[in-house]
C-alpha cells in the first residue's frame, strides 16, 4: 500500500473539476514550500546550505519577495549573495590575465578562457532553484502514487477516466514515469489510455478558444458563450501548466 500522504491528496485532487489534478496539487505544494523555504528550513543546516548555492529561479524570487515577512529573505538572501561572490571570486587569477593581454605580451588567448569560465559560472548561478527542485522531487511522488491508484483502484481509474486530463507539463511526467512506476504491459494501457483522452482534451480546449475568437465577429454577439468565456486562461494552462498560484 502506497503512503497515504501521497494517496489522500492525489485522490482529493480528482474530486477537483479542472484542465489538471496534478498542477491543483503542485500549487499547495508550491505555497508550502515557500512556507518551508522561509520559515522551518531557515533552522535546517543542509537545506540552508542548498539554498545558498542553488539559489532561486526568478518565478519563486518573485514569490518570496510577495510573502509578508522580510527578515527571512533578507537572511536567505545575504548567505546566498555571499556564496555567488565566492564562486566568482574563483576567477580573480583569469581576471588578472585579461591585463596583459591587453598589452599583447600573449598570444595565446586568455581571454576567450576567461569568458568562458565565467559565462559557465555565471549560467550555473542562474539555472538553479531550490524550490523547483523540491516541488519537482514531490510531484514525481505524487505520478508514482497516482500511476499505482490507476493500476489498483478501479474507483480510482473511473475518476481519472471521467477527468479532463492534465496539462502537458504533466503529461509529460506521467510519460516519464509510466514504464518506472508500472509494468511493461501495464505502461502501455496507461500511455494508450493516457494518449487518447489528452488527443480529445485538447480538441475540447482548441473548440473552446476557437469559439472565443468567433464570438468577437459582430455576427457572432449573440451566440451563447457556452464553455468557451474563459477559455485564453484555460488554453494556457493546458498548455503550460498553472501560471497564476490561486490555491490557499
Ligand atoms: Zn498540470
Ligand atoms: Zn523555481
Known amino acids: 500500500m502506497k503512503e497515504q500522504i ?4 492525489v485522490n482529493e485532487a480528482y474530486d477537483t473539476d479542472c484542465e489538471c489534478p496534478l ?32 539559489g532561486f529561479c526568478r518565478h519563486h524570487f518573485s514569490m518570496l519577495f510577495d510573502m509578508p515577512n522580510k527578515l527571512p529573505l533578507a537572511l536567505v538572501l545575504d548567505t546566498h549573495l555571499e556564496e555567488i561572490r565566492a564562486q566568482l571570486n574563483i576567477l580573480k587569477k583569469g581576471a588578472s590575465k585579461l591585463s596583459n593581454e591587453k598589452s599583447g605580451l600573449f598570444k595565446k588567448s586568455s581571454t576567450s578562457d576567461f569568458s ?14 531550490i524550490i523547483c527542485d ?12 497516482l ?14 477516466d471521467n477527468s479532463k486530463g492534465v496539462c502537458l507539463n504533466h503529461m509529460l511526467l506521467l510519460t516519464n514515469m509510466a514504464e518506472k ?24 480546449i482548441q473548440n473552446d478558444i476557437h469559439k472565443f475568437t468567433l464570438k468577437f465577429d459582430y455576427r457572432n454577439k449573440d451566440m451563447d458563450w457556452g464553455t468557451a468565456q474563459d477559455a485564453p486562461i484555460r488554453t494556457i494552462e493546458k498548455i503550460s501548466g498553472f501560471i497564476k498560484n490561486n490555491a490557499e
Open 134 to 145: 523540491k516541488i519537482n522531487h514531490t510531484m514525481e511522488r505524487y505520478a508514482d502514487v
Open 116 to 129: 568562458a569560465s565565467l559565462s559557465k559560472n555565471l549560467s550555473e548561478t542562474d539555472k538553479g532553484c
Open 6 to 9: 501521497y494517496t489522500i491528496p
Open 147 to 160: 500511476l499505482y491508484m490507476w493500476n489498483k483502484d478501479d474507483n480510482f481509474r473511473t475518476k481519472f
Open 23 to 54: 498542477c491543483e496539487l503542485q500549487k499547495k505544494l508550491e505555497l508550502e514550500t515557500l512556507d518551508y523555504t522561509l520559515g522551518a528550513a531557515m533552522m535546517e543546516p543542509d537545506f540552508r546550505e542548498n539554498s545558498n548555492k542553488t
Open 181 to 204: 512506476s508500472l509494468s511493461k504491459s501495464q505502461a502501455a494501457e496507461f500511455l494508450l489510455s493516457l494518449y487518447n483522452k489528452q488527443l480529445n482534451e485538447l480538441e475540447r
